[in-house]
């Protein structure tokens, strides 16, 4: 790399927390919180607790893209029916 002045921008990630659940009685066991940097982080992270997407506390939205998550938000993990 030449000498010069370079700018470095760095990703901050998105943070959130994600509240677990005891599936027989859907009271929450406790949250977790989150930093994910990419889509793979994001879909790694689904993969391994066998969800499909999150969604908002108290709303109706699911996601299933890093990018549509905000900053701060508290989320639960979203299921496939029947599993």
């Given at each position: 790399m030449p000498l010069g002045n370079y700018t470095?921008?760095?990703?901050?990630g998105i943070s959130f927390k994600v509240c677990l659940y005891n599936e027989?009685?859907?009271?929450?066991?406790?949250?977790?919180?989150?930093t994910l940097y990419t889509?793979?982080?994001f879909r790694d992270?689904?993969?391994r607790?066998?969800?499909i997407g999150?969604?908002?506390?108290?709303?109706y939205r699911c996601f299933s893209n890093i990018d549509?998550?905000?900053p701060g938000?508290?989320?639960?993990?979203?299921?496939?029916?029947?599993?």
């Open positions: 470095l921008h760095l990703d901050e027989s009685d859907r009271l929450a066991v406790h949250t977790e919180d989150k889509e793979d982080d992270f689904l993969t607790r066998g969800l999150l969604r908002e506390i108290d709303g549509d998550l905000r938000a508290v989320y639960q993990g979203v299921r496939l029916l029947g599993d």
